[in-house]
């Protein structure tokens, strides 16, 4: 199962985590994984002030978490990014969970 998992913090996204791996299909052909992959990395690379955040990529991770205030596009990178794995989320939802936290 891949975990998604987006941070708020004052009701503005500040960072996301995507971990595990969907198990949708044999290793390379997987396409759930290849999906959330997809998402994932075009939405880091959509970010901008790469000084405004730290990142990780790995096989099967993928955390991005700001910190300085992100910039309104960023903002809206990351709800584009969190609506696109929210509709793999349904579509999927024994492969793919998505998870919010909130911190006041």
């Known amino acids: 199962m891949v975990r998604c998992l987006f941070f708020y913090k004052g009701g503005i996204p500040y960072g996301f985590e995507a971990k595990g791996h969907a198990n949708a299909g044999p290793y390379g052909s997987d396409l759930v994984c290849a999906a959330v992959s997809a998402i994932t990395i075009g939405g880091i690379n959509a970010l901008e002030g790469t ?10 991770h993928a955390k991005v978490i700001y910190q300085k205030e992100p910039s309104l596009k960023d903002i809206h990178v990351l709800e584009t990014l ?8 349904e579509s999927y939802p024994d492969k793919v969970r998505l998870e919010r936290k909130k911190e006041a």
């Open 51 to 60: 000084d405004r955040f730290q990142y990780l990529l790995d096989e099967g």
């Open 82 to 89: 969190e609506c696109q794995l929210e509709s793999l989320a």
